[in-house]
């Protein structure tokens, strides 16, 4: 099925630091979602995207719709422990309302 | 305000059981999607309803699995016979309608199938 390509598959970050990663697709999407999962719970959403270039914030996470439309930036600034996590961005192609395709997942640790 | 609710949060069962897993979309959402989330594969959808009505269950890996949704504040995702194959995450999230994107997650049930 569909793929969404997800990058890095996991990072460690250390307090302080601006940490990205990005989703890339060969299709189009007509909307972008980033969510958080911490352990044992279910995805909390932090930022939707829904025209083409549209950049959003939230706090300190600003997440990007990229200009072709087959990609997806989420940048975190000045990283606190409680960071960590894994981030899942989602996309949902025209012509499928309610499906959404899920990327495998960013998981943020913190630097030993 | 509740979110969404599911149940039980973890379930330990043998081969060949029946398994049941409840959902209560949150209040004045008509659209439930349900999901099962594994390390190799991630998150993939089950299928979703809307207004209570199936909308698409391509998702549903076998015949073993089923869902119905007899009103609006309830569904349930049902394995009959359950394998070990089937053990998972299965969270459960919902919209307002199809037409929000922005869907909420219940907590999950950890299924597990000895």
């Known amino acids: 099925g569909q793929q969404l390509n997800q990058s890095p598959q996991s990072m460690f970050i250390q307090e302080g630091e601006d940490v990205s990663m990005n989703c890339t697709s060969s299709?189009?999407?007509?909307?972008w979602l980033w969510y958080k999962q911490d352990p044992g719970e279910g995805p909390v959403l932090l930022i939707a995207?829904?025209?083409?270039?549209e950049l959003t914030s939230n706090g300190r996470l600003t997440a990007q719709f990229g200009i072709t439309r087959k990609d997806s930036f989420l940048n975190i600034s000045a990283s606190i422990p409680s960071d960590v996590g894994i981030y899942f961005c989602a996309g949902q192609k025209g012509g499928s309302q309610g499906n959404l395709i899920f990327g495998k997942g960013t998981k943020l640790s913190v630097k030993p | 305000d509740a979110g969404v609710i599911q149940s039980p949060r973890h379930e330990v069962t043998e081969m060949g059981q029946e398994v049941t897993l409840r959902c209560k979309p949150i209040s004045g959402h008509n659209s439930l999607f349900w999901y099962r989330q594994t390390m190799m594969r991630g998150l993939e959808l089950l299928i979703y309803f809307n207004n209570n009505v199936p909308i698409d269950d391509s998702g549903m890996p076998e015949d073993r699995f089923s869902a119905k949704m007899p009103n609006a504040s309830f569904s349930t995702l049902k394995i009959q016979p359950s394998e070990p194959r089937d053990s998972a995450v299965y969270f459960c999230?919902?919209?307002?309608?199809?037409?929000?994107?922005?869907?909420?997650f219940g907590p999950g049930t950890r299924l597990t199938v000895l």
């Open positions: 995207l829904y025209k083409a270039g």
């Open positions: 299709s189009i999407f007509n909307t």
């Open positions: 999230a919902s919209t307002p309608g199809l037409a929000n994107n922005e869907q909420f």
